[in-house]
């Protein structure tokens, strides 16, 4: 019993000390090239497709990095960013008064509906 116990040990550790193939190291190759690549696009202002993810019911729902806020975005955005409202299947924004709010990259001063449909061209992109 004890023979067998060291031949498995052993096949390991020969497992295991074994070089990675060459599909391996190019798939390894591409994973970090893609991350390298990701990680630039951000810091030469990309923008994310989601950042987070809040189920919203029927109803008003407050915007903002307040605490007390219903969807509460980072410190560095202001206390009260906007109001979101569903009802049924139109979700409408309306920003503060005095918040920055752009949608689709044009800056607003008035509420405007998002779509609920996840297809590319009916996404907008809100940001602040």
Do not use: C, H, K
């Amino acid at each position: 019993m004890l023979r067998i116990a060291r031949a498995l040990g052993a096949v390991a550790l020969i497992a295991a000390a074994a070089p990675s193939s060459g599909a391996d190291l190019r798939y390894e190759a591409e994973i970090a090239t893609w991350r390298r690549d990701f990680d630039a696009d951000l810091r030469n202002g990309a923008w994310l497709a989601l950042v987070a993810r809040y189920r919203l019911g029927e109803g008003e729902f407050a915007v903002g990095s307040d605490p007390s806020s219903d969807v509460v975005l980072p410190e560095r955005a202001p206390r009260s960013f906007g109001r979101l409202t569903r009802q049924s299947a139109t979700v409408r924004f309306e920003p503060a008064r005095g918040a920055e709010a752009w949608v689709d990259g044009q800056a607003i001063s008035a509420s405007v509906d998002l779509s609920l449909v996840a297809e590319p061209e009916s996404l907008r992109q809100v940001r602040g």
